[in-house]
């Protein structure tokens, strides 16, 4: 069973919220905090909410609010709430970006084996991108779950009846698909994008034989 990862490896997710972030950051810097500064206390709020409220975009959009009064030390006015909610836009419509090779490497892997989706975030935010896509055909299932922890991963086998060292799991994420897939007795296929967010960076062991990196994904029809 080979299961997928969403956001950043079927399609592009990130890069979007950095758009908005960079925007953010020339807004927010100036005189006693630079851009910099003001990225560190952001990590440190969204690292926060991702623990009590989860992910996606409305949670973002929360942390964007809380980074203002933090950093202003007062409630946020009426035209900087107005700000923050027009960044919004930026997460909305009815298309998703596809990553080079995705649809036609799922394609053909779909036909040599059985593939599950596993995505974690907002329902309805991963539920209309997972439909915008058109990939979800090629999926046996799709799970879209709180966090991606051992738990998940132990789960998720468990529920397919799969020997745990028997499925593959594949993302960019080393926080998310990887290192918590790799402690649940799966194997894992890394493949890095060069937008990961900060906060699913971790160290990946380069002489884990159970981890095999890509540099593209359409690399995977020749492994699979």
């Given at each position: 069973?080979?299961?997928?990862?969403?956001?950043?490896?079927l399609?592009?997710?990130?890069?979007i919220?950095?758009?908005v972030?960079?925007?953010?950051?020339?807004?927010?810097?100036?005189?006693?905090?630079?851009?910099?500064?003001?990225r560190?206390?952001?990590?440190?709020?969204?690292?926060a909410?991702?623990v009590t409220?989860?992910?996606?975009?409305?949670?973002?959009?929360?942390?964007?609010?809380?980074?203002?009064?933090?950093?202003?030390?007062?409630?946020?006015?009426?035209?900087?709430a107005?700000?923050?909610?027009g960044?919004?836009?930026?997460?909305?419509?009815d298309?998703?970006?596809?990553?080079a090779?995705?649809a036609?490497?799922?394609?053909?892997?779909?036909?040599?084996?059985?593939?599950?989706?596993?995505?974690?975030?907002?329902?309805?935010?991963?539920?209309?991108?997972v439909?915008?896509?058109?990939?979800?055909?090629?999926f046996?299932g799709?799970?879209?779950?709180?966090e991606?922890?051992?738990?998940?991963?132990?789960?998720?086998v468990?529920?397919?009846?799969v020997?745990?060292?028997s499925?593959?799991?594949?993302?960019?994420?080393?926080?998310s698909?990887?290192?918590?897939?790799?402690?649940?007795?799966l194997n894992?296929?890394f493949?890095?994008?060069d937008?990961?967010?900060?906060l699913?960076h971790?160290?990946?062991d380069?002489?884990?034989?159970?981890?095999?990196?890509?540099?593209a994904?359409?690399?995977?029809l020749?492994?699979?």
């Amino acid at each position: 069973m080979l299961i997928f990862d969403a956001d950043d490896t079927l399609w592009e997710n990130n890069v979007i919220f950095e758009r908005v972030i960079d925007e953010f950051l020339d807004w927010m810097a100036g005189p006693g905090l630079d851009r910099a500064g003001v990225r560190e206390v952001l990590d440190g709020i969204e690292a926060a909410n991702a623990v009590t409220l989860g992910y996606g975009s409305r949670v973002f959009l929360h942390s964007l609010r809380e980074c203002v009064e933090r950093l202003r030390g007062r409630a946020v006015t009426a035209g900087e709430a107005a700000r923050i909610s027009g960044w919004a836009a930026a997460f909305e419509g009815d298309g998703v970006e596809l990553i080079a090779g995705v649809a036609q490497t799922l394609a053909e892997l779909a036909r040599r084996h059985a593939l599950v989706l596993l995505t974690k975030g907002d329902v309805a935010e991963q539920e209309r991108k997972v439909a915008a896509s058109g990939l979800a055909g090629n999926f046996r299932g799709v799970h879209i779950v709180a966090e991606k922890n051992v738990a998940t991963y132990e789960e998720l086998v468990r529920a397919y009846d799969v020997v745990p060292s028997s499925a593959w799991m594949i993302g960019n994420s080393p926080k998310s698909d990887i290192l918590p897939a790799r402690s649940a007795g799966l194997n894992a296929v890394f493949i890095p994008h060069d937008h990961t967010w900060v906060l699913e960076h971790a160290e990946v062991d380069p002489k884990d034989a159970g981890v095999l990196r890509l540099s593209a994904f359409g690399e995977l029809l020749k492994h699979f």
